[in-house]
Each structure stands twice: as structure tokens, then as C-alpha cells.
């Protein structure tokens, strides 16, 4: 008999959150187990929603401030603080994201300096570790703007002190360190990053990701030689070589601002996800694990969340159902990492457009013929 069933299933981009997939999977585990203890983790991959999933799953409160938008204009943005007052969860698409510039998109301006902003007041706090995600950003300044509002100095030729943004990185020809707020020494920091682009090139972040930002073709490369003026810049006064560290190009090369000005390390999302709420000890006495994603491919095997859960329930030999909108051809390797099972929602073949207005219906008929069988098998 079922007795306890973790459920933590990644988002179906564009149709259905990670909370509503935990809310339809534990309402049909009650249908067929009312006495099946049901333990939800709503996951969020660092961008949008991942505060909200973090409180969700752990309990928390969501702290709300004013600080700099993209454009360097005041706003309302929030984080999180779970774990008894212990740690804090920003993410950047609070302060920076895309939604934030949407109809005067131009990443040669736009600013992370709000990101610092809620790293210095969660460090204010008194938290001993903040997670900062880096999903959904608009900003190509290397992580310069929050950098600057923790107290980093970054000074022009002619040793002017200035906030660089994607357009003026180029101009940086000195970084100074010593005005970084002490608050920060001894905070544990860890970046969600689940991208392994470098700092620049034709694989990094402006070229990946500045024309998403509003970069044109030219700005794109002005952008880009921006990025690695700064990595050399960085190499030169931090002694950090940075440039193509997988995940650095994140965000517009925020995930090397992390690790150059905060001495951040950075995580697949998941892996961060799984060591904050305890994963490990929640399933040593599972009966079985529901997660689940948008679409299971080879980039899912690169460490997502299906197999980043999948990894770790097979260590303890927990079975693990995979829910997804659909699969690709080349998966089979999922099950050598530890995946049991997948199931695609899709009752008919039809194109994305018109079975994403069905993705609710689908996924509760899918859950509910897994219910339906592991019931006829435990009787």
C-alpha cells in the first residue's frame, strides 16, 4: 500500500505551474489514498516563481522592498527568507528580468544594481546563506550593476567611478574592492544557473541571448567585446580567469559577476533546490517520487530536474514516475539514471497550440490511469 509519495515536478512551460502539477497529483493520490502522506516541492528553475516555490515547499515569508529596475527607476520587488530567518532566495527576474523592459527592450542601458540591492538587504537581515537564480534576465552588464550596489568600485581611465550597464563595459579599467560592504563576508552564496554558456563568444551570453535582450546585430557585438573586456579586466585586478567557465555567459554574464564579486559558487538549479528542502532525507522512506517536466529530451539529461530527482531516489531505490507533455526519441538513458517510468499527457496528436488549453484535463487523466494501475497492483 502507498503510504508516503513525494511529488516535485518542474513547470510546463507556458501551460501549467509547478504548484497547480503538485496540486492535481496529490488531489488524485487522495482519490485512490486517503491515507497516503503526500509531501509537495514545487520547483522553479531560478527564474520567475522560484521564491514562491521555495515557501511554498519549506514555509517562509516574502519580503517586499523598493529598489532599481532595469532602467534604474525605483520599484516594488521582493525575495524571500525561509529556513527559520537562515536564508534567503532572490531571483534576478524580480528586479531585472525581461518582463521588466518589455517595450523599450536595450540591453546597452539596463542594470543588475537592483539584484545587489537584495543581496545587501537579505545580508542585513542577518541570513548566513542567500540563493540567487538567474533566470529571465534583461541585462548584459556582467553583474557590474549589483556589484556596484554593494559598494564594488568600478573606475574609467581617468579614474572616474562609474555604474557600469552593457554599453559602458568596455570603459572599465579598474576594479576596486575594498569598498564592498562588510555586511557579506562569511554569507554562503550560491547561484542557480542551469546553462553552461561562457562569458562571450559566439556561445556567450550577448550572442546566445542579447537579441531575446533587444540587441541588434551590431549591439550585439558591441556587447560582446564589452563582456570580454570586463573578463579580462577581472582577470587582471580580481586574478579570477573567468571567461569560460561553463554558466559564466548566465544572464548576461551575471553568473561571472557571481563568482568575480561575491564569491558565489554556481549550481544547477535543482541540485540547489534538492539540498535546501533535505531531498535526500524526505524519500529514505518513500514509496514513490511524481516529477515531471514540459518536454523530456537529451537537454533534459544534462542535469534538469527529472534527472537531477531521478539520481537521487535511485541511491536510496525509490521509483520514480516521470509526468511530461511530451518525449522525445533519444531518452533512454533517463532510465539509467533512475527514472522508473514516463508518461506523456497527450491524450490525441495534436499541434502545442491547441493541447496547451487542454493541459489541465490531460494531466489529471494521466495521473489518474497511474493511480488507477498502482491501486490494481497493491490490491
Request: glycine share 14%; charged share 20%; net charge negative.
Amino acid at each position: 500500500m502507498m503510504k508516503k509519495a513525494v511529488i516535485i515536478p518542474d513547470s510546463f512551460k507556458g501551460t501549467l505551474s509547478s504548484l497547480q502539477i503538485c496540486g492535481i497529483i496529490e488531489g488524485k493520490i487522495n482519490d485512490y489514498f486517503p491515507d497516503c502522506n503526500t509531501i509537495s516541492i514545487p520547483v522553479a528553475d531560478g527564474g520567475e516563481g522560484s521564491v514562491d516555490c521555495f515557501i511554498t515547499a519549506l514555509g517562509g515569508e516574502r519580503i517586499s522592498i523598493v529598489v532599481k529596475n532595469p532602467y534604474f527607476e525605483d520599484m516594488r520587488s521582493f525575495y524571500g527568507i525561509i529556513g527559520g530567518g537562515n536564508t534567503a532566495v532572490i531571483e534576478m527576474a524580480a528586479c531585472a528580468g525581461l518582463p521588466l523592459i518589455e517595450g523599450r527592450k536595450d540591453p546597452s542601458v539596463t542594470t543588475t544594481y537592483g539584484v545587489g540591492q537584495l543581496i545587501l538587504d537579505a545580508a542585513k537581515r542577518g541570513v548566513k546563506k542567500i540563493i540567487v537564480g538567474l533566470g529571465g534576465s534583461g541585462t548584459n552588464d556582467g553583474g557590474c550593476g549589483a556589484a556596484a550596489a554593494v559598494g564594488i568600485d568600478f573606475l574609467n581611465k581617468k579614474g572616474e567611478k562609474f555604474v557600469p550597464a552593457g554599453g559602458t563595459i568596455h570603459e572599465i579599467a579598474e576594479i576596486d574592492m575594498t569598498g564592498k560592504n562588510r555586511i557579506l563576508d562569511g554569507i554562503e552564496i550560491i547561484t542557480m544557473c542551469d546553462i553552461d554558456n561562457p562569458m562571450y563568444g559566439m556561445t556567450g551570453a550577448a550572442h546566445v541571448f542579447g537579441p531575446q535582450k533587444g540587441a541588434s546585430p551590431e549591439m550585439v557585438l558591441l556587447l560582446d567585446e564589452g563582456i570580454k573586456h570586463l573578463s579580462e579586466v577581472i582577470k587582471k585586478n580580481l586574478g579570477k580567469d573567468l571567461g569560460n567557465i561553463p554558466g559564466s555567459g548566465a544572464a548576461g554574464a551575471m553568473g561571472a559577476g557571481m563568482m568575480a564579486f561575491f564569491d558565489s559558487k554556481l549550481q544547477m538549479g535543482i541540485e540547489t533546490v534538492l539540498d535546501t528542502v533535505k531531498f535526500d532525507s524526505i524519500i529514505s522512506d518513500a514509496d514513490i517520487i511524481f516529477t515531471g517536466e514540459g518536454k523530456i529530451d537529451s537537454q533534459s539529461l544534462r542535469g534538469k530536474v527529472v534527472i537531477g530527482v531521478a539520481k537521487r531516489a535511485k541511491k536510496q531505490n525509490v521509483p520514480v514516475i516521470v509526468i511530461v507533455g511530451g518525449a522525445d526519441n533519444d531518452i533512454d538513458r533517463a532510465y539509467d539514471f533512475g527514472v522508473t517510468s514516463i508518461f506523456a499527457i497527450n491524450k490525441l496528436p495534436e499541434a502545442f497550440e491547441l493541447s496547451r488549453f487542454k493541459s489541465v484535463e490531460n494531466i489529471t487523466f494521466t495521473i489518474d490511469n497511474i493511480m488507477r494501475l498502482i491501486k490494481s497492483i497493491n490490491i
